[in-house]
Nanobody
Framework: VQLQASGGGLVQPGGSLRLSCAAS????????VGWFRQAPGKEREGVSC????????YYSDSVKGRFTISRDNVKNTLYLQMNSLKPEDTAVYHC??????????????????????WGKGTLVTVSS
């Protein structure tokens, strides 16, 4: 079972990136899955989550209107389209399978047992 995030890099403020999270060893569509990020010296933050059972989606207030979560069930891959990036979006981004009931509330990242497993993240740096 593996989740591998990719697509990070250096981008100027106002720019865009698309992160990918490839799942192997299991079917992504069977789970609620989400993204969280952690910047140096800061607490972990839940960014977005999508629940397979009903398609419900969560976005944190800090990214709402700028980020879009999606999934490709054929490719077994989760995506995060990030637009209008800001310096405060700089962080390592991880994808994870999450507890469905915590997905839509957005509390999956800071609740014990809220995330089942996650992989190595990808670094996003927003700077001019």
């Amino acid at each position: 079972v593996q989740l591998q995030a990719s697509g990070g890099g250096l981008v100027q403020p106002g720019g865009s990136l698309r992160l990918s999270c490839a799942a192997s060893g299991f079917t992504l569509d069977d789970y609620a899955v989400g993204w969280f990020r952690q910047a140096p010296g800061k607490e972990r933050e839940g960014v977005s989550c999508i629940r397979s059972s009903d398609g419900s989606i969560y976005y944190s207030d800090s990214v709402k209107g700028r980020f879009t979560i999606s999934r490709d069930n054929v490719k077994n891959t989760l995506y995060l389209q990030m637009n209008s990036l800001k310096p405060e979006d700089t962080a390592v981004y991880h994808c994870a399978t999450v507890q469905p009931i915590l997905c839509v509330s957005g509390s999956y990242y800071n609740t014990p047992g809220g995330m089942h497993f996650w992989g190595k993240g990808t670094l996003v740096t927003v700077s001019s």
